[in-house]
C-alpha cells in the first residue's frame, strides 16, 4: 500500500529524513569548515605579520652591530669616503645569502644625510620616523619599514638606520603558508562528507529493515515488530506501534468470536421460525396454524432483541475511551423512566420494586449510556425473578471516596460460584432452559461500566439473590 500510494502520488512525505540530515550535516561541516579556513587564515597573517616585523627588526640590529663599530671609528676620524665603502662590504658580505634580497630596502643615514643605501631605496628617507614600524609608499609599492636610531657617539652625531621590506612579498609567504596549512583540510572535505554519508546510512539502517519487516508482512499478519537494534529515538514509535497490533489482534479475535456466537445465536430463533411457518403452511387446522403463528411472532421478537443486543454492543468499543458525551445528569428520571417503560412485566410478575436515591448524586456520565446499562440490569432482575419478587435499586453518594454508587439487588434464584465466573461472559445464560434471554446484557453492562472507568461488583448465593454494585467516578479528575 505504502509503494502504491508512493508511486500514484496520493501520499506525499513532506520530507526525507536522510536527505534532511545528510544536508544539515553536510552544511554544518561545510561552514565549520570556512570557519575554521577563515580563523586559520586570519591567524596565520597575523602571526606571520608578527614574525617578518621581528625578523625586519633583527636584521636592522644585526645590519646596525655590523657597522657601528667601523662608524664609531672612522666618525672620530671623519673619514665619510672611508666609512662608505667600509659599510658596503659588511653589508654586502650580509645580504648576499638572503633569499628576498631584492625586496629588501636600506638606508644609513648620519645627522640627516644618507651615507648608504641599497639599489630598491630612494635618495631621500625612507620614513620620518626615527623609531619602530611604519607603512611607507614608494616606487609604486608599498613596503613596512623599522628605523633605528643611535645618539651614543655625541650629542651632535645621530645614527639612523632605515630597513624596508616589500608588503607584496609578506602577503605571498603567509598565503603559501596558509594554503599548506588549509591544503590537508580541503582535501580531508570530500573524506569527510564521505564518511557523514557512510555512518549516517549505517545509522538509519535498522529503519530501513523495520520498513522491509513491515512491508513484507501479510494483512492478517499482526505479529510484534521485531527491533533489536532500533535506535533509542524510534524505540516508543515501534513500541506504540506493537501495543497497536496487540489491540489489533485482540479485537479481530473478538470480533471473529463474536460473528461466530452471533451467527450460532441467531441460527436457533431463525430455524425455529422456519420450522413453524412451514408447521402453519402444512396445518389446515386454525388453533394449529394459530399457535405456529403465535411461535413465529414469539421467534421473531426474541431475534429482534437480539440483533438490538447485538447492535448495543457493538457500538460499544472497549478501546474507544473518548468521553465527548459525558456530562452530570441525575440518574432518578432515567430509572422513572425505565420503571415506567417495564410496568407492563413488573404488573404481570407481582414485582415489588423500591428505589432509595440520596439528593444530589453528580454521576459524570452519558446519559444514553446509563440508560442502556439500567435497562439490561432490570430486564435480568424481571426475567430472573419469581413471582411477588423485589427489587432495591439505590443510589448513593460518597464525598468521601468522591464516588457515586449504584446498587440493584433482587431475591431471586442467584448464582452459583461457577455461575458466577462466566456471567459477563457474552452469549452465557445462568438458566438457558427456563428463561429466554440472548446472554449480552451483563456483557452490555460491563462494556458501559469500562467506558465510564467504573467498577462493578457482584455478590450472590444460591437462592439469595444477586446483587450488583457499580461505582461511578463523581467527574473525570477522580479517575
Same mark, same amino acid.
Given at each position: 500500500m505504502l509503494h502504491y500510494l508512493l508511486k500514484t502520488r496520493l501520499f506525499k512525505p513532506e520530507f526525507c529524513l536522510y536527505k534532511t540530515l545528510l544536508s544539515l550535516l553536510l552544511g554544518i561541516t561545510l561552514l565549520l569548515w570556512l570557519l575554521m579556513a577563515i580563523s586559520s587564515y586570519i591567524t596565520v597573517r597575523q602571526q606571520t605579520k608578527y614574525l617578518f616585523d621581528a625578523h625586519l627588526a633583527q636584521f636592522t640590529q644585526t645590519l646596525y652591530y655590523l657597522v657601528q663599530h667601523e662608524l664609531y671609528e672612522e666618525l672620530s676620524k671623519s673619514d665619510v669616503k672611508k666609512i662608505r665603502t667600509k659599510a658596503k662590504q659588511e653589508l654586502i658580505m650580509h645580504l648576499i645569502s638572503y633569499k628576498h634580497e631584492k625586496k629588501v630596502a636600506f638606508q644609513i643615514q648620519i645627522n640627516g644625510q644618507v651615507l648608504l643605501k641599497s639599489a630598491e631605496a630612494p635618495t631621500k628617507a625612507l620614513t620620518d620616523k626615527l623609531d619602530g614600524f611604519s607603512d611607507v609608499r614608494f616606487h609604486q609599492k608599498e613596503w613596512r619599514v623599522y628605523s633605528?636610531?643611535?645618539?651614543?657617539?655625541?650629542?651632535?652625531?645621530?645614527?639612523?638606520?632605515?630597513?624596508?621590506?616589500?608588503?607584496?612579498? $609578506?602577503?605571498?609567504? !603567509?598565503?603559501?603558508?596558509?594554503? #599548506?596549512?588549509?591544503?590537508?583540510?580541503?582535501?580531508?572535505?570530500?573524506?569527510? =562528507?564521505?564518511?557523514? $554519508?557512510?555512518?549516517?546510512? /549505517?545509522?538509519?539502517?535498522?529503519?530501513?529493515?523495520?520498513?522491509?519487516?513491515?512491508?513484507?508482512? *501479510? @494483512?492478517? !499478519?499482526?505479529?510484534? %515488530?521485531?527491533?533489536?537494534? =532500533?535506535?533509542?529515538?524510534?524505540?516508543?514509535?515501534?513500541?506504540?506501534?506493537?501495543?497497536?497490533?496487540? $489491540?489489533?489482534? #485482540? !479485537? +479481530?479475535? $473478538?470480533?471473529?468470536? +463474536? /460473528?461466530?456466537? =452471533?451467527?450460532?445465536?441467531?441460527?436457533?430463533?431463525?430455524?425455529? %421460525?422456519?420450522?413453524?411457518? *412451514?408447521? =402453519?403452511?402444512? @396445518?389446515? #387446522?386454525?388453533?394449529?396454524?394459530? *399457535?405456529a403463528l403465535l411461535k413465529i411472532i414469539q421467534g421473531i421478537d426474541r431475534s429482534s432483541y437480539l440483533v438490538e443486543q447485538l447492535l448495543t454492543l457493538a457500538r460499544l468499543d472497549p478501546d474507544n475511551q473518548n468521553q465527548t458525551g459525558f456530562r452530570q445528569i441525575s440518574i432518578q428520571p432515567l430509572i422513572q423512566q425505565l420503571l415506567n417503560q417495564l410496568s407492563?412485566? &413488573?404488573?404481570? #410478575?407481582? &414485582?415489588? %420494586? /423500591?428505589?432509595?436515591?440520596?439528593?444530589?448524586?453528580?454521576?459524570?456520565?452519558?446519559?444514553?449510556q446509563i440508560e442502556i446499562l439500567l435497562r439490561n440490569l432490570l430486564d435480568n432482575a424481571i426475567r430472573y425473578l419469581p413471582p411477588k419478587g423485589r427489587i432495591n435499586i439505590q443510589c448513593l453518594n460518597n464525598r468521601h471516596s468522591h464516588v457515586s454508587t449504584l446498587i440493584v439487588e433482587d431475591n431471586g434464584i442467584g448464582l452459583t460460584p461457577e455461575q458466577q465466573q462466566h456471567i459477563f461472559e457474552r452469549f452465557y445464560r445462568a438458566d438457558d432452559n427456563n428463561h429466554s434471554g440472548t446472554g449480552l446484557g451483563l456483557s452490555i453492562v460491563q462494556r458501559i461500566v469500562e467506558r465510564h472507568q467504573a467498577t462493578i461488583d457482584l455478590s450472590s448465593a444460591p437462592k439469595q439473590g444477586v446483587k450488583i454494585t457499580i461505582n461511578f467516578p463523581n467527574s473525570p479528575d477522580s479517575n
Open positions: 633605528l636610531t643611535d645618539k651614543k657617539l655625541n650629542a651632535h652625531t645621530q645614527i639612523i638606520i632605515q630597513v624596508a621590506e616589500l608588503k607584496r612579498t $609578506r602577503t605571498t609567504i !603567509s598565503d603559501t603558508i596558509a594554503f #599548506k596549512i588549509l591544503l590537508p583540510l580541503m582535501l580531508g572535505l570530500p573524506l569527510m =562528507a564521505g564518511l557523514i $554519508r557512510l555512518t549516517l546510512s /549505517t545509522t538509519l539502517t535498522p529503519l530501513t529493515q523495520i520498513v522491509q519487516q513491515v512491508a513484507n508482512r *501479510q @494483512s492478517h !499478519s499482526l505479529e510484534p %515488530i521485531v527491533a533489536k537494534q =532500533a535506535p533509542c529515538e524510534i524505540l516508543p514509535l515501534i513500541l506504540e506501534l506493537n501495543d497497536l497490533f496487540c $489491540r489489533l489482534a #485482540k !479485537s +479481530f479475535e $473478538r470480533e471473529h468470536q +463474536f /460473528t461466530a456466537n =452471533a451467527s450460532h445465536e441467531l441460527r436457533t430463533p431463525l430455524a425455529g %421460525i422456519k420450522i413453524q411457518a *412451514q408447521v =402453519a403452511l402444512n @396445518s389446515r #387446522k386454525p388453533e394449529i396454524q394459530q *399457535q407492563q412485566a &413488573i404488573e404481570t #410478575k407481582q &414485582i415489588h %420494586i /423500591t428505589t432509595t436515591i440520596a439528593k444530589e448524586v453528580p454521576l459524570w456520565a452519558d446519559a444514553t
